[in-house]
């Protein structure tokens, strides 16, 4: 009966991949395509302008006829992994809720898709009036979906709001100095800080503006209400977001006219609604995937950074500097890039900042690839037989695990001994922020959605750092002064300056820089932006 | 029988009791929700600031104090990561879980039992020994893998069905099929061994003696006493497929109910939702045992409480 049991596992595997290869492109799209123009019609009917006539004519006719007609907006679907515990822009950190509220609300500032700050409803991005204040004038006429209009009084009340002590958010990290805000008139507000603050620009990057009325509700997490391109429409709980394109839209109506946002977990269903055509663009593939889509995209940078964190205190067995640069030396990140990544991440470049990142540093260059050098290194420092612990996480990322289990196995391949200890998720945390017994090595995987070298030095190359290894140093002097140093020349120096020291004293192995990959069916016509983001309205749709 | 009864009832409350203050305990000391919340480089001053709001800094005992006070009072706190009561989460999730669950079981247990009665009249046979392969790979092929390999082939190969989602009947065929094959492997290989018992026993053969159909027989006479071990299966398939099988079946199939609800509160560190699926479905579970037993007595007289 064993026998029988594995030739039947054979049997269906063979089927399943055999069926999948040449299976199944038409069978979905004649189930799609009625029930995309029956929604639209009465949407563009109800907007009398005179472009939509047209609509008007082809919605009256039998279904064959509004087939043949092109499309006057299309439906698309989007496969998330995770749902968002909550449609308040303001009360969650969950990337999910990023990229569905990045359609629906608007930010003073906000990025063009290659990552540079532009002004979002601001008129540019803001002028520091004093050490303490940062002034912004919002752009006229603009009004959330309600009706309420997007003016000064609501920027200050989205400020309030985050800020207030009693508002429990995780987002409070992002906002660092902010202390508060002021109308000056009905278009103009002043933004407080509690001493000079270079990144307030970058920081209202990331925050959303809310109406003053509607955000009071109860259950503006369910139906939140904004006053970007897109209107909320319904969540099905554990299913989906709707989300409407808003024909009165400032910069005029999208072209996709509906989203839905559908929340699927689990990889390989996600995967197969897409080659099913039910799922047009999904969040995630794994990038051995790529052949098996019709289309995939990968942001332009990486948002994930790989790197181990080496113990540089005195004391620690890797507190020669020799030793660390010899475990950077003894691993081939190219081959990691390549290999375990199928070519999608980048090696960084000796630096944990990205090319795209404030205060990256365009002189350095990652350590290469020498195992004799790693050898000669550790045989100065006397470091023969070394043994050290390294901590990793598993299930956070794109192959976390897999990487860390790489390393070791290079650093073995010198001589360096390396004990992988993998604990749980919220034990790891307290191993990377245990300011008094810093691990011998831990992997991490950063991420800033800042864009901003602020938030990575000072949390990564600043001794006093939540996690950063390494003794008091100028570089802490230098951070600190960056994140008052209103003159961004200046602050781009200083944090060349700490970027130099860092690769200099190796206190980290820089490794990979992991992007967001997305895959989608040929009806889509898009690019990936570097925050990872979607944003409907760039996407272009052939029926 | 009404004594028995409330005996039984006072023991499920103890148990519910005891589950929840287990899983309070359990959760709170395996990881901290406030670490997967924030980021991983978040300020010392921070996280206290948000484990002060969720009410986590206070001491363990005075946490299940508060939340068994609240408990009595039908307040199981509200989810973290919803920020809303976790049992309305929990009892809008239930309905689909109910539909789901029910139907696999359904599904499994009048197939499983057929194969099974049927496997029983010729042991040894082509036909038996189909339908017992047929039931080992229903026991042991993985859910999750066999729910993947489905969707392959119905949905993305064939188009049958939809990939994953709810709404209609055709999204429930696959995860019903799936979450009914273990089912239908045990059902029908218990009720085929207590068959081929019941039809070797005297009473059976009395019958045979008497001239009844054998159709009559094995209906009527064996199935009768074969069914009381299909039943206490069958009370533990609808457990195990509640409890189990709904979450990696839901989780596959996207499907929106309290299986993947507990995915998603592990996934979150939602220690509040979780409580709240683990004690409905510890409410559930204890009422499913009594009405095993009190079939019993229904199934077969020889059955006597006390």
Request: hydrophobic share 45%.
């Amino acid at each position: 009966m064993a026998r029988a049991y594995s030739k039947f596992l054979a049997l269906t595997a063979v089927l399943a991949l055999v069926v999948s290869a040449c299976g199944g492109d038409e069978s979905t799209s004649t189930t799609q395509a009625p029930a995309t123009t029956t929604t639209q019609a009465p949407v563009e009917t109800t907007e009398a302008a005179p472009e939509t006539t047209q609509a008007a004519e082809t919605e009256a006719p039998t279904t064959t006829e509004a087939m043949a007609a092109p499309e006057p907006g299309a439906r698309i679907v989007v496969g998330l992994g995770n749902e968002p515990g909550s449609l308040d822009p303001q009360a969650v950190d969950q990337f999910a809720m990023f990229t569905i509220n990045e359609n629906v609300f608007d930010k003073l500032v906000t990025r063009d898709p290659g990552g540079q700050l532009i002004p979002g409803v601001a008129t540019d991005l803001g002028t520091p009036i004093d050490d303490t204040t940062w002034q912004y004038t919002v752009q006229e006429g603009i009004t959330f979906h309600n009706g309420e209009p997007l003016n000064a009084d609501a920027v200050v009340h989205s400020i309030l709001r985050i800020i207030d002590p009693d508002y429990p958010t995780p987002l409070k990290d992002n906002l660092g100095t902010l202390v508060g805000a002021e109308k000056v008139d009905e278009y103009t507000v002043n933004i407080l800080t509690s001493g000079p603050d270079p990144l307030i620009p970058t920081r209202l990057a990331l925050l959303y503006l809310v109406p003053p009325e509607a955000s009071q509700s109860a259950d503006f997490g369910e139906n939140p209400v904004g006053s970007g391109p897109y209107r909320f429409v319904s969540w099905e709980l554990g299913v989906a977001v709707e989300l409407e394109a808003d024909p009165n839209y400032r910069g005029g109506a999208p072209a996709v006219s509906e989203a839905r946002f559908t929340f699927i977990e689990e990889y390989g269903t996600r995967l197969a609604g897409v080659l099913n055509d039910e799922i047009d663009l999904m969040v995630d593939l794994l990038p051995e995937d790529g052949s098996r889509v019709d289309q995939s995209w990968t942001t332009p940078t990486g948002l994930k950074q790989f790197i181990v964190s080496l113990n540089a205190r005195v004391g620690s067995p890797v507190e020669d500097v020799r030793i660390r640069q010899a475990l950077n030396y003894a691993v081939d990140k190219e081959a990691i890039a390549d290999g375990l990544f199928s070519g999608i991440a980048e090696v960084l470049d000796g630096q944990m900042l990205n090319p795209n990142w404030f205060g990256y540093n365009a002189d350095l260059d990652p350590y290469p690839y020498d195992p004799d050098r790693a050898r000669a290194l550790l045989a100065e420092a006397g470091a023969t037989d070394l043994e050290i612990q390294l901590i990793s996480l598993v299930g956070n990322s794109l192959l976390d695990r897999e990487t860390t289990e790489v390393v070791a196995a290079y650093w073995a391949d010198v001589g360096v001994t390396a004990d992988i200890f993998i604990p749980e998720f919220s034990e790891y945390i307290d191993r990377l922020i245990d300011r008094e017994n810093r691990p011998d090595a831990i992997f991490v995987p950063h991420d800033n959605l800042l864009f901003d070298g602020d938030r990575t030095l000072s949390a990564y190359y600043h001794s006093q750092g939540c996690c950063g290894s390494m003794d008091p140093s100028e570089a802490d002097d230098w951070i600190d002064a960056g994140r008052t140093e209103l003159d961004q020349a200046a602050r781009l120096q200083l944090y060349n300056d700490v970027g130099q020291a860092g690769h200099d004293q190796a206190w980290y192995v820089w490794l990979v820089s992991i992007p967001n990959v997305f895959a989608g069916t040929d009806r889509i016509d898009w690019s990936a932006r570097a925050d990872g983001l979607i944003h409907l309205a760039d996407i272009a749709v052939s029926s | 029988m009404g004594r028995y009864v409330l005996k039984r009832l006072i023991q499920a409350a103890l148990v519910v009791v005891s589950v929840t203050v287990v899983v309070f305990v359990v959760t709170r000391l395996i990881g901290d929700p406030v670490a997967v919340m924030l980021p991983l480089e978040a300020t010392d001053e921070n996280r206290a600031v948000l484990e002060a709001q969720l009410g986590l800094d206070r001491p363990i005992l005075v946490q299940l104090g508060d939340y068994m006070a609240d408990a009595v009072r039908f307040d199981f706190g509200d989810s973290l990561w919803q920020r809303r009561p976790a049992i309305d989460i929990v009892m809008e999730r239930l309905p689909p879980t109910m539909v789901l669950v029910l139907s696999g079981f359904v599904l499994g247990l009048l197939l499983g039992a057929v194969i099974g009665v049927v496997a029983a009249i010729r042991p040894g046979r082509w036909m038996d020994r189909l339908f017992v392969l047929l039931g080992v790979l229903g026991i042991s092929l993985p859910q999750f893998w066999i729910g993947l390999v489905l969707i392959v082939f119905f949905s993305v190969g064939l188009g049958w069905f939809p990939t994953s989602g709810s709404g209609s009947l055709r999204h429930l065929v696959l995860p019903a099929v799936v979450l009914a094959l273990p089912i239908l492997g045990r059902i029908a290989l218990v009720t085929r061994s207590s068959m081929i018992d019941e039809l070797n026993t005297p009473h059976v053969k009395d019958a045979t003696a008497r001239g009844l159909s054998r159709a009559r027989i094995v209906v009527a006479h064996a199935f009768r006493g074969a069914g009381i071990a299909t039943i206490t299966v069958a009370g533990w398939e609808l457990v195990g497929a509640l409890a189990g099988g709904a979450v990696v079946v839901e989780t596959v199939y996207a499907w929106p109910g309290i299986g993947f609800t507990a995915m998603q509160a592990i996934e979150r560190h939602d220690i509040i939702l979780l409580q709240g699926v683990v004690l409905v479905i510890a409410v559930i579970v204890v009422t499913i045992n009594i009405l095993v037993d009190v079939t019993y007595t229904l199934l077969d007289p020889r059955v006597k409480f006390d």
